[in-house]
C-alpha cells in the first residue's frame, strides 16, 4: 500500500466526462489499495473565462479580489470530482487551499507555499476516503485567498507530496512523458523513462512545458518522487524523475530543447573597464526586461563587445534602452537581431564526458549552420543560430547523439 | 451618518453591467456620507448552472460537496462587485461566509447562522472600505462550507445588520416595495411605505416572494429596520417593514394574499373521539407532506367532519396514505379538491376591529363565491374558495376595504 498524490490539470478535468475519468482511474488505484489525494485544476477555460470577466469590470484587476475570483476554479472542479468518486461507491472529501490548510505569503497572484497543514487529510485517508484538494491556490495568514500563479497546481501536488511523505507524485497532463525532444520536429524523438532533476530545470526552463519550473525545484528540494504521465491513457508508466543518486548508467544527453522566443542585442566597442557589464544590464533591469545568455568576449585594443538575449517582445525596448546607454558609456555601436532561435543539449551525463561541446559545433557545421552565441553550464550548452536553422539544428543533433536509441 | 447593510439578488448583478450600476448606488450613498455593507447573491443563473453540472455527475449530489460547488457562486459576484467599486475609486474588500466568519450549524444546503464574528468587517467599515460579502453562504466550526438554502442571502443580509447593529437592512430586488396585493390582478394595487413584521410575515408566507420569510422573522428577532427597494429605479423610498409600536396609526388591512398551490382533502364521517386529529395527520407526516389549514367542524351524531390542505403536487400522495387511513378509523368517506384557491386578508389593525370577517364574507357573498373552507388568526381571514374565481375575489376584496386608497 502506498500513498500516491496525483496532480490533474484543466484537460484534464476539461468535462463531466472526462471528469468521471479521472474518478475511474483513482477508483484503480484504491483497489490496488493504495491511498490517493487527488490536486486539481479549474476545468480547462474556466480561469481565462473569470478573469475577461474581471476585465470587463476593471482592466487592470485588483490581484486581492482577482484571487477571491479564479479561485473558484478549482472550487468547483474538486466538488464535481468528490460527488464522481462517490457516485462510484468511494469515500471522497474536498477541500479548498484554505480549508487543508495551505499556507502562503500573501503576494496575491504569485504567491508562495510557507507550511501545509497535513492533519485533516492525513486523518481522512486513515479512514478510507480519497481527498480531493484545490491546487493553485492557499490562504495568507490573514485568512485572504492566495494563488500560486499559473501552473500553481503542480506546485500544490508536490507540496503535498512533500508534507504527507508520499511515495510518489504523480503529474498527470495530455502527454505521455518528457520525451529527448519535441516529437513534432523529430519524428524519431523516444520517451524517457527516467530523467534527472536537475535535466528536467533546464528542460522546464528552456521552455518544455510539461511541468512548471516552480514545481520541480520544490521536488528537487524535498525529495519528491515525480512522475509525468497522460491522463488520456490508461496505461504507460510516464517519466520518472530521479534524483542523480538514483540513476546507476547515466546517459550523456537527455534531450534537446528549443524556442524561437528569444532575440539578441549587442553593444559593440564597449570600454574594457570593470562595471561595464552592471552599467549595460542595469537599466536593462530597471526596465522590467528579463535576461536570458549574457556573452562578453575577451577585449583587443581597450574595448570589448557585450552580448545578450531578451525575450522577443522586449527586443524593441530593449533596443531604445541601449540607446541611452551607449552615449553614457562611450560605445561605438547598437546591433540588434530578433530572428533567432536558440538551441540546448541538456544531460547530467555531460560532466564527465569531454568533447561534447566540441561534437555539437561540429555536428552544426557540417549542416552548414553558423553559430552566433554560445553559453554552457555543468549540464547543459546552449547556442544561438539564425531562426530558420532551428528544426534542422535539433534534427541533426537529435541523430548525431543518437537520442532516438534507448541508453 | 449611517451603517447601511444593502442586500443585491441574483437578478441585480445578472450581468456586468448590472454589477456597474450596484457599485453605482453604492457610490452615492458613500457619497452621502453612510457606511455600506454589500451582501450579493450569485448571479442569475449561475447556481442554477452549477447545480446542473453536479446532478450530471452525481443524480443525488452530495449535501456538503454541493454547498462547496454552488456557494462559488456568491464568491464571484463579491470579486467582480468589489473591483467594480474599486474601478470608481472606492475602497472596498470582500469576503466569504467563511471569512467573514459566518458560523453555521452544520446542516449542509440549509444551515442556520449560529453567529456573526464582526470586527473585521467593523475595522474595515472605519477605514472607509465598502465591505462586500457573500450572501447564502456560511462556514461550520469544523470549517466546513455551508450554505442556507435559497433565499438565503437575505438572512445573510439580516444577521449582518443585526451583527453591525446597522440602522437600515435594504432589500433591493426586481420590484420597488410591498403592495396591498399582486398589481397584475388588480391594476389598482396600492405600494404601502410601511407594513408591520408580523404583517409581512403572512404575506410572505402566504406566497409573496419579497422576501425570504426567515429574513423577516430573523429581523423581527433583532429588531433589524428592513426596507424592501427596487434595484432598478433610481428613486424611491420602497417599503419600510416597522415594529407594531413604531405605527401610529394602523391600517386595518395591509394586504390580500393568494395562490392556487393548494389542495383540500376531507375525511367524512371520523368518529369524534379524542386524539382522532393526530390519527389524521400522523401519517401524512411521516409521508413528508405537509400540510397548511386545518379544520374540524362540530361533530353530530358522533362524527366530525376533518379537512385540511396540502400541496396541490402532493394532492394525490395525501390521497393514497388517507385511504389506509379510512379504515384504520372507520371514516365514512375521503373526498378530495385540487381546483381551489386561497385568498387572505392580513393586517394587524384587524385585531381590534370588529365585523372584518363579515364584512369579507359578505362581499364574497354579492359575487355569488361560495366559501368551502375558513381559517382565521390574529392578523389573518384565509377563505378557500373554487380556483376560476380567485381573481374576482381578490378585486372585489380589494375595492371593499379600499386598499386603493392611502390610509
Avoid at 507530496?161 to 511515495?167: I, S
Avoid at 575577451?298 to 527586443?315: A, C
Amino acid at each position: 500500500m502506498a500513498l500516491i498524490v496525483q496532480k490533474y490539470g484543466g484537460t484534464s478535468v476539461g468535462s463531466v466526462e472526462r471528469i468521471k475519468n479521472v474518478a475511474q482511474r483513482i477508483a484503480r488505484f484504491r483497489a490496488q489499495g493504495h491511498q490517493v489525494v487527488a490536486v486539481v485544476s479549474a476545468m480547462s477555460g474556466e480561469t481565462n473565462r473569470l478573469i475577461a470577466l474581471a476585465k470587463e469590470i476593471q482592466p487592470q484587476p485588483d490581484p486581492r479580489e482577482l484571487d477571491v475570483l479564479v479561485s473558484t476554479g478549482e472550487q468547483v472542479t474538486i466538488a464535481l470530482l468528490s460527488m464522481a468518486l462517490m457516485e462510484m461507491g468511494l469515500k471522497a472529501r474536498s477541500y479548498t487551499g484554505a480549508q487543508v490548510r495551505i499556507l502562503t505569503d500573501n503576494a496575491f497572484t504569485k504567491a508562495r507555499i510557507l507550511s501545509i497543514d497535513e492533519d485533516k487529510i492525513r486523518a481522512d485517508l486513515d479512514s478510507g476516503y480519497v481527498v480531493v484538494v484545490a491546487g493553485f491556490q492557499g490562504v495568507d495568514e490573514h485568512g485572504n485567498i492566495t494563488t500560486l500563479g499559473r501552473g500553481g497546481s503542480d506546485t500544490t501536488g508536490v507540496a503535498l507530496a512533500a508534507a504527507l511523505k508520499a511515495d510518489e507524485c504523480q503529474i498527470y497532463t495530455d502527454v505521455d512523458g518528457v520525451y529527448t525532444t519535441d516529437p513534432r520536429i523529430v519524428p524519431e524523438a523516444r520517451k524517457l523513462t527516467t530523467i534527472t532533476f536537475e535535466e528536467m530545470l533546464e528542460l522546464a526552463s528552456l521552455g518544455s512545458k510539461v511541468l512548471q519550473i516552480r514545481s520541480v525545484e520544490f521536488a528537487g528540494k524535498y525529495k519528491v518522487k515525480l512522475r509525468v504521465l497522460s491522463s488520456f491513457e490508461e496505461e504507460g508508466e510516464g517519466t520518472l524523475i530521479t534524483f542523480e543518486e538514483d540513476t546507476m548508467e547515466k546517459p550523456i544527453i537527455s534531450g534537446i530543447a528549443f524556442n524561437r522566443d528569444e532575440a539578441k542585442l549587442t553593444v559593440l566597442g564597449v570600454p574594457d573597464r570593470p562595471g561595464i557589464a552592471a552599467h549595460i544590464l542595469g537599466p536593462i533591469a530597471d526596465a522590467n526586461i528579463d535576461v536570458d545568455m549574457i556573452v562578453q568576449n575577451v577585449g583587443h585594443d581597450g574595448t570589448t563587445d557585450f552580448s545578450f538575449t531578451v525575450h522577443r517582445n522586449e527586443f524593441t525596448k530593449a533596443l531604445d534602452v541601449l540607446q541611452t546607454v551607449k552615449a553614457e558609456i562611450g560605445a561605438r555601436e547598437i546591433i540588434g537581431d530578433n530572428r533567432i532561435a536558440k538551441v540546448s543539449l541538456v544531460g547530467v551525463g555531460m560532466r564527465n564526458h569531454a568533447g561534447i561541446a566540441g561534437k555539437m559545433f561540429k555536428t552544426l557545421a557540417d549542416e552548414n549552420i553558423n553559430i552566433q552565441m554560445i553559453s554552457t553550464s555543468e549540464i547543459k550548452i546552449s547556442v544561438v543560430v539564425e531562426d530558420k536553422y532551428m528544426e534542422l539544428a535539433v534534427r541533426a543533433l537529435h541523430q548525431a547523439f543518437e537520442l532516438d536509441k534507448a541508453n
